[in-house]
């Protein structure tokens, strides 16, 4: 019997892993890095030989606490380590140290933002964001044999929590781009997905009232280790439909009552979600207290020297921009998408600078290079001051809006300040009526039919008008004020 549902509702929490962008790892000195040669970033603590002791990065902790107290989180005074056993190869110490039942930070939230451009927003409940280590690498390349890269074992990892709050695949969206923005905002973590530092982990049910009136849950799937953006929403996506699928086919028994939770990969290459097993509870982790290191005592000092260093996040910065740069919503998220770019902007306006001017530079060429090269606009390598330079050079009409999207060009490239790139090419805009006057003769002279159709008026004036001003800028390379031009030619045309 196939049972038909009145309603679904999809619930959706996610737990984010995020690799700290230390130097060292969380427990030893070794180098936290990703991409050299395998095993060459070890000693004695990270692969786990015994006798060892492990000695906590402060650093890391700082990281992580900066990350928890910008998801508005509280900061609990005391907080300790647990060993949680762990038997793979990626790992030969057999366990991890992690956090149980006093974690780092917790009780938060993430504003996220929803329907661009209406600038709605949704926030999402953060249960928790401890610290703990990160595994290696098994490799799976070789026909007989896996070998293990234990480069990346003992980097620190934050563990972000989410409640289940998540109802559409807008919102675990939205989240999960925006806990992006914010690590890589505080400087936290790389985020870079192709690298790792990133991790998605959905818990996905849904909560379905059958058109008899009664309501059940289907069983809570967590699938494991989604490493980009795609396969996270193609996982999610997939469940939703699946599970209805199953739930449909047998009402009453694929309910979270008679199943319990359940882990399943993502089979990329097929697009499905394969049963893996049984999700594991806390007692099978065996979690203890770690005998080796101390309980971390955060005090009041601490945390807010910690909190000092946040500064303005991305939500309000694009609020600001919106109100006191008048920009607009696209505008203003498009320039907070990374800490630097906004820095760019408003150092820029510090200095002098027309914001309307600099944001018009910064979202056309500045956009353009930084997709051309995949990065942020910031990164493109504009100078404050050269920014601030070509935005006032652009008020004052030394130069003209073509221009000044080569001179951005050329100064990036070239690291000489515009005035002097703008003098050197020739594109600074000619000022000089008596030159101008020459140009508008000369276009005069060489275009009978043109000067007939404006003087003659109608249809085809404004075209016939348009089109020698066209002759005089070409005769001027660009360079001439389009004002003075239009003006000179009114003259001569006799209006
Ligand atoms: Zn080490």
Request: proline share 6%; with cysteine.
């Given at each position: 019997m196939n049972a038909t549902a009145a309603n679904v509702l999809p619930v959706v929490g996610l737990e984010i892993h995020v690799e700290l962008a230390t130097q060292t790892k969380m427990f030893c000195r070794c180098r936290n890095r990703f991409g050299d040669p395998p095993n060459t970033n070890v000693c004695p603590v990270c692969i786990?030989?015994?006798?060892?002791?492990?000695?906590?990065?402060?650093?890391?902790?700082?990281?992580?606490?900066?990350?928890?107290?910008?998801?508005?989180?509280?900061?609990?005074?005391?907080?300790?380590?647990?060993?949680?056993?762990?038997?793979?190869?990626?790992?030969?110490?057999n366990y991890q140290i992690s956090q149980y039942d006093l974690p780092l930070t917790v009780n938060g939230y993430l504003e996220i933002p929803l329907a661009e451009g209406a600038a709605k927003s949704k926030k999402v409940r953060i249960r928790r964001a401890h610290l703990e280590e990160d595994a290696g690498k098994s490799i799976h390349d070789h026909p007989h044999h896996t070998s293990v890269d234990l480069n990346r074992a003992g980097v620190p990892l934050l563990e972000i929590v989410s409640e289940p709050d998540m109802n559409t695949m807008e919102e675990v969206m939205a989240y999960a781009r925006?806990?992006?923005?914010?690590?890589?905002?505080?400087?936290?973590?790389?985020?870079?997905?192709?690298?790792?530092?990133?991790?998605?982990?959905?818990?996905?049910?849904?909560?379905?009232?059958?058109?008899?009136?009664?309501?059940?849950?289907?069983?809570?799937?967590?699938?494991?280790?989604?490493?980009?953006?795609?396969?996270?929403?193609?996982?999610?996506?997939?469940?939703?439909?699946?599970?209805?699928?199953?739930?449909?086919?047998?009402?009453?028994g694929y309910t979270m009552d008679k199943l319990g939770k359940q882990?399943?990969?993502?089979?990329?290459?097929?697009?499905?979600?394969?049963?893996?097993?049984?999700?594991?509870?806390?007692?099978?982790?065996?979690?203890?207290?770690?005998?080796?290191?101390?309980?971390?005592?955060?005090?009041?000092?601490?945390?807010?020297?910690?909190?000092?260093?946040?500064?303005?996040?991305?939500?309000?910065r694009r609020a600001r921009y919106m109100a006191e740069y008048g920009l607009t919503f696209k505008e203003a998220d498009a320039l907070t998408q990374d800490a630097p770019t906004g820095e760019l902007l408003d150092s820029a306006v510090a200095a002098g600078a027309?914001?309307?001017?600099?944001?018009?530079?910064l979202l056309s060429r500045g956009a353009a290079l930084a997709n051309e090269r995949d990065c942020t606009i910031a990164e493109v390598g504009i100078t404050v001051e050269a920014l601030a330079?070509?935005?006032?050079?652009?008020?004052?009409?030394?130069?003209?809006?073509?221009?000044?999207?080569?001179?951005f060009d050329l100064t990036v490239q070239t690291h000489q300040s515009p005035s002097a790139i703008a003098q050197e090419q020739g594109l600074l805009t000619v000022r000089d009526t008596s030159a101008i006057e020459q140009w508008v003769e000369a276009a005069i002279a060489t275009n009978p039919q043109a000067v007939a159709d404006v003087k003659e008026g109608g249809k085809k004036q404004k075209k016939a008008f348009g089109f020698l001003m066209g002759q005089v800028m070409q005769m001027s390379g660009g360079a001439a004020a389009p004002a003075d031009v239009q003006r000179l030619l009114q003259q001569k045309l006799g209006g």
């Open positions: 786990g030989m015994p006798g060892v002791l492990p000695v906590m990065n402060r650093k890391a902790v700082d990281l992580a606490m900066k990350v928890g107290l910008a998801l508005n989180c509280t900061v609990p005074p005391l907080t300790k380590w647990d060993r949680k056993s762990y038997y793979y190869p990626d790992l030969p110490k925006s806990m992006q923005r914010l690590v890589r905002w505080l400087g936290a973590s790389e985020a870079n997905m192709q690298m790792g530092h990133m991790r998605f982990e959905p818990n996905i049910n849904l909560h379905i009232t059958a058109q008899d009136g009664r309501t059940v849950q289907t069983p809570i799937v967590e699938v494991k280790n989604l490493n980009s953006f795609r396969a996270m929403e193609r996982t999610v996506a997939y469940e939703i439909q699946r599970q209805l699928e199953a739930w449909r086919a047998d009402p009453d882990n399943r990969g993502f089979d990329d290459a097929r697009g499905v979600t394969v049963f893996q097993r049984e999700k594991e509870e806390a007692h099978d982790y065996r979690y203890f207290p770690e005998p080796d290191l101390v309980p971390v005592e955060v005090d009041q000092a601490w945390q807010a020297a910690t909190r000092a260093t946040i500064g303005e996040l991305p939500l309000a027309e914001a309307r001017r600099c944001v018009n530079l330079e070509l935005a006032k050079m652009l008020s004052d009409g030394r130069i003209n809006a073509t221009a000044a999207a080569k001179v």
